[in-house]
C-alpha cells in the first residue's frame, strides 16, 4: 500500500518538526511542510499531498482561508484541523470550509496518527466539542425560515451525531442503536456533508445578493 | 469690560475634534438661519421706512447688517476663524444696531433696528461658548433693549425674557451636544483599543498554548521526571484553554450570564470534556447560576461514584424554547432504587441539590443510568426575549 503523502502546516518550527518526525516514524510520507497560508497553498498546489495536518492560527491567509482553498483546488483532499486554541467560532468555520476533521494540540502522538489514518481514508474526525459544535449549528440553521430540507439533519443523524458529542464511541453507539459501525460512521459523514453543502449554498446566495446589489 | 473677558474665558470654546464637528454644523446651520434673519429685517426695514427720523443713518445700518451677515457667514465657516474677536465683534454691531435704534427712529420706538436679526449673534454666542455665553449674550442684548425704551410695554419684556431664556437653553443643548460626541468619540476609541488589545492577547495566548502542549507531548514520549512535567503543563494548557474560551464569550450584562463560557471553565485535564454551540447562550443569572450549580454537583457525583480522574462529557444544547444540558460518565451506574432510599433516609444529596435545583427552574432532571454509565438530563425552559 502506497504510504499516505501528508503536509504539516503550522507557523511554530518546533511544533512542525514534532509532527512531522511523528508522522514519519510512523512511516507516512511528508511531501511539504509550510509555515504560513500562502506558502501552504503554493505547496500543496504543487505537491498535491492526501492529507494537510493545519494549524489555524497561522499568517495570512488563516487556517480557515487555506481550508477554503485548497477544497476548491482538490475536493478529494482530508484537512485535519490541529489547533492549540481550540476557537470555537475558527474551528466551526474550518469545518464548514471542507475540514474533515479536528484535534487539539494535546492530543497524542497515537491519537494524531489515528487522525491522520482515519481522515486519510475519508472518515471525518469528530471530537465531542466539534460534535456539539455542529449540533449548535444545525439548530441555528433550522430556526432561519425556509430551508430546504436536504440541508436539515434527520432525526436518527441528530441521534448519532448527539450521542458523538456525549462521548460515546462509534461502537457504543452503534451497540445501543443497533446499527452497525459503518452506519454509525455514514450518519457522521452525512453531518458533515449537510454543513459543508449548505456553507456553500450560503456563501452563493451571499455573492448573488452582492452581485445584485452593485448593479 | 474687564469682568466681562474674565467670564468669557471661564466658559472655555470646545476643545476635541468631536465637538468642534458638532459645532461646526450647528454654525452651517445658523449660516442659514442668519440669511433668513437678514431678509426678514431688510424686509421690515424697508416697509416701515416711514419710522426713520433719520432714513440715511437706517440705510447704513441696514447695509451693516447685510455686510456683516455676510462676513459671517464665512468667518464663522472655518473652525480657525472662530475666535473670541470675531464673536465679541458680532455681538458688539448688534448691541450697537440696537442701542443706535433711539438716534435713527426717534425716542418712541417700537421695533429695534436690527429686530430679530440679533438672534444670530446670540446663538453664536450659545454654540460657541454654551450655556454661559447664551445667557451673557441674551443678558446683554436683553439689557440693552429694555433701558433703551421710554416705557416698557409686556410684549418688550416678553421678547427680553425668551432672548435670555433661548441663549441658555440653547448654549446648554449645544454643550450637551459637544459632550455626548466627545463621549461617542472617546467610547469608539476604546472599543478600538479593546480589539486591538483582544487580537494581540490571542496572539500570546496562542504561543503560550503551543509551547504547553508540546511540553506535553515531548514529556509524555520521554518518560521519567519529564512525563510529570509533561502531564502539569497539559493541565496548565487545559486550563488556559478553558479559561480563554470563558473569556471570549459574549460580553454578558450584569442581568444575564453566558453559560457556553461559564461551561467551558468546568472542562478538566483528562476528565471532564465540554461540548457547547459555537454562539454564546445567554440566560438570567439566577438560572445560569442554579443550572452550573447542578451540572457541578453531577460532577462532583461522578469523581465521588466513578473515579477523581473519570472521564465525564458535558453537552449544551440551546433550542428557542429551552436549554439541555447532558452531563454524562462512563461509570458502573446507580443501582436502581439507591436515589429514593437516600431520599427516604433523609441523606438527599443527589436528589436535593440536582433535581431540587432544576425543578425549582420549572424544568426536568432526569437520571438515566445502564451499562453505557450514567446519564443526567437537565432540560429548564428559556425565558422570552433571550438570544439565542
Known sequence: MEPIRVMVVDDHPMWRDAVERDLVAAGLDVVAVA???????????????????????????????????????????????????????????????????????????????????????????????????????????????????????????????????????????ADRLVLSHRTVQNHVQNTLRKLQMHNRVELTRYAIERGLDEE | MLGFCCRLRRVSPPTTPAATAVESGLFRALAVLRVILVLNAVGLNVYRADNFEHPAAAVMCVGAMALWTGFATWAYADPRRRTAVLLVT?????????????????????????????????????????????????????????????????????????????????????????????????????????AERARLARVVHDGVLQVLALVQRRGLELGGDLAELGRLAGEQERSLRGLIRAEEGAPATASTVDLVGELARLERSGSVTVSTPAFPVELPAPVATELLAATRA?????????????????????????????????????????????????????????????????????????ELGTEWELVVPRGTGEDG
Not at chain 2, 447532558?326 to 433516609?345: F, H, Y
Open chain 2, 298 to 370: 453531577c460532577l462532583d457525583n461522578v469523581r465521588v461514584h466513578v473515579g477523581e480522574d473519570a472521564p465525564a462529557w458535558v453537552l449544551l444544547e440551546a433550542f428557542p424554547d429551552r436549554v439541555e444540558l447532558s452531563v454524562r460518565d462512563d461509570g458502573p451506574g446507580i443501582p436502581p432504587g439507591r436515589l429514593e432510599t437516600a431520599a427516604e433516609t433523609g441523606r438527599l444529596g443527589v436528589r436535593e441539590s440536582i433535581r431540587g435545583r432544576i425543578e425549582d427552574l420549572g424544568g426536568t432532571a432526569t437520571l438515566v443510568t445502564g
Open chain 1, 35 to 173: 509555515a504560513d497560508g500562502r506558502s501552504a497553498i503554493a505547496r500543496f498546489t504543487a505537491t498535491r499531498p492526501d492529507v494537510v495536518v493545519l494549524d489555524l492560527q497561522i499568517p495570512e491567509p488563516d487556517g480557515v482561508g487555506v481550508t477554503a482553498e485548497i477544497v476548491r483546488q482538490d475536493p478529494s483532499v482530508r484537512v485535519l484541523i490541529l489547533s492549540a486554541s481550540g476557537e470555537q467560532q475558527d474551528v466551526l468555520a474550518a469545518v464548514k470550509a471542507g475540514a474533515a476533521g479536528y484535534l487539539v494540540k494535546s492530543a497524542s502522538s497515537q491519537e494524531l496518527l489515528a487522525a491522520v489514518r482515519r481522515v486519510a481514508q475519508g472518515e471525518p474526525v469528530f471530537t465531542p466539542g466539534l460534535a456539539g459544535l455542529v449540533l449548535g449549528e444545525f439548530q441555528r440553521i433550522s430556526e432561519a425560515p425556509a430551508e430546504p430540507d436536504d440541508q436539515r439533519l434527520t432525526e436518527r443523524e441528530t441521534e448519532v451525531l448527539r450521542m458523538v458529542a456525549k462521548g460515546l464511541s462509534y461502537r457504543q453507539i
Open chain 2, 90 to 194: 458680532d455681538l458688539a454691531l448688534a448691541v450697537a444696531l440696537v442701542a443706535a435704534t433711539p438716534a435713527v427712529k426717534g425716542a418712541s420706538f417700537n421695533a429695534t433696528i436690527p429686530g430679530f436679526w440679533v438672534a444670530g449673534a446670540l446663538l453664536a454666542w450659545a454654540a460657541h461658548f454654551r450655556t454661559g455665553g447664551g445667557l451673557l449674550a441674551g443678558l446683554l442684548l436683553a439689557g440693552v433693549d429694555l433701558s433703551l425704551r421710554d416705557h416698557i410695554r409686556q410684549l418688550d419684556y416678553g421678547n427680553a425674557f425668551l432672548l435670555v431664556i433661548g441663549g441658555a437653553v440653547v448654549g446648554f443643548l449645544c454643550g450637551s451636544l459637544q459632550r455626548m460626541a466627545t463621549e461617542r468619540d472617546a467610547a469608539e476609541r476604546a472599543a478600538a483599543v479593546a
